[in-house]
């Protein structure tokens, strides 16, 4: 089970770090990635990060301005949000893939990843 915490209501140009923490497993062996979804439209790809954390991507809307970790002692994945504008206010969901040992890659499509958390709200206001 993935849960979300972290979310809120900041100013823009604030910051927010989202956290996503997997309760009964380890996200060690784990594709992991953070989605977004607004009332109306298609939930949205934001970062992912790969098994052995080598490689990472990012949407175009939040590159240079969002970052994607992960802690294995503390069996928790991160969304470092910086300079948040009104249009990245959404509901946030991480979501987790397993993969194999020698799988680096990332993934992008929601379809990809079996297990999601129940989101949380961000909310940046103008």
């Known amino acids: 089970q993935l849960v979300e915490s972290g979310g809120g209501l900041v100013e823009a140009g604030g910051s927010l770090r989202l956290s996503c923490e997997a309760s009964g497993r380890s996200l060690v062996g784990y594709a992991v990635a953070w989605f977004r979804q607004t009332p109306g439209k298609e939930r949205e790809f934001v970062a992912a990060?790969?098994?052995?954390?080598?490689?990472?991507d990012f949407a175009e809307s939040v590159k240079g301005r969002f970052t994607i970790s992960r802690d294995s002692v503390k069996n928790a994945a991160y969304l470092q949000m910086k300079n948040l504008k009104p249009e990245d206010t959404a509901v946030y969901y991480c979501?987790?893939?397993?993969?194999?040992?020698?799988?680096?890659?990332?993934?992008?499509?929601?379809?990809?990843?079996?297990?999601w958390g129940q989101g949380t709200q961000v909310t940046v206001s103008s």
């Open positions: 990060l790969s098994r052995n954390n080598g490689m990472r």
């Open positions: 979501a987790s893939r397993p993969t194999t040992y020698y799988d680096g890659a990332v993934y992008y499509r929601g379809d990809e990843y079996p297990d």
